[in-house]
């Protein structure tokens, strides 16, 4: 079974630019997860999807982040513009059964570096 | 809102030592999952905690959950160098199926 898929791996923007993180979860998965982790803290959650609907947004800040999921399969989060403390890696997971069974599948995650 | 918290954050243990990290969580829950990070590498899945009074081992790792007391125990039995990670437990919370993570904790094992 394919994993979940993230890119870019790496990415290094200047603050005030934007940025575009795509993620492809593993087929048949509902559930979809944006995590924000900054270095030497656990991953944040900034987006629960559920299909194409959200189910839960609330620590997402969304003057400067927003994501979408069409037809209910892949994602996209973008910031704009970005900050220095957007500095992190950010991991997509996703689930079959909301985790209630066989859990959560992250990806390698893709690591933003603002200068 | 629900907090999860673990501890220790750091440990430094000998090759052959057993230890606990601890994980408690602060709402009702009934899924609890734990998860192993290398540096610079993704979430790996190590146990999936459904019930109260589960348990589950894997080589010289095992999980327990007390849904009663919001605890969650990572037990390692003769530690060796391969465990050196950071682990983390994650919660679902009841009401909304939003999983929040524990701060984490960084395993170092002593040859």
């Known amino acids: 079974e394919a994993g979940v898929a993230q890119s870019p791996r790496y990415k290094i923007i200047e603050k005030r630019q934007s940025v575009a993180f795509w993620c492809n979860p593993i087929?048949?998965?509902?559930?979809l997860y944006w995590y924000q982790q900054i270095l030497g803290q656990g991953p944040k959650l900034l987006i629960q999807f559920q299909n194409n609907g959200v189910v839960d947004d609330s620590q997402l800040p969304k003057d400067r982040f927003s994501a979408e999921r069409l037809k209910g399969v892949d994602s996209t989060l973008k910031i704009q513009p970005a900050k220095l403390e957007d500095s992190a890696v950010y991991l997509c997971?996703?689930?079959?059964?909301?985790?209630?069974?066989?859990?959560?599948?992250f990806g390698s995650g893709t690591r933003l570096t603002v200068v | 809102e629900l907090k999860v918290e673990q501890n220790p954050l750091f440990l430094s243990m000998q090759e052959g030592k057993n230890y606990t990290i601890y994980c408690n969580y602060s709402?009702?829950?009934?899924?609890l999952y734990w998860y192993r990070q290398d540096p610079g590498k993704s979430l790996e899945s190590l146990f999936v905690?459904?019930?109260?009074?589960a348990v589950k081992q894997e080589g010289r790792l095992m999980a327990s959950l007390d849904t009663k007391a919001r605890l969650s125990t990572l037990h390692i039995t003769a530690a060796v160098h391969d465990l050196s990670a950071t682990y983390f437990c994650?919660?679902?919370?009841?009401?909304?199926?939003?999983?929040?993570f524990g701060t984490g904790t960084r395993l170092t094992i002593i040859p």
């Open positions: 997971a996703s689930s079959f059964d909301r985790g209630t069974f066989y859990g959560y599948t």
């Open positions: 709402t009702t829950s009934d899924r």
């Open positions: 905690l459904l019930s109260n009074g």
């Open positions: 994650a919660v679902v919370n009841f009401g909304n199926e939003k999983l929040t």
């Open positions: 087929s048949g998965h509902a559930t």
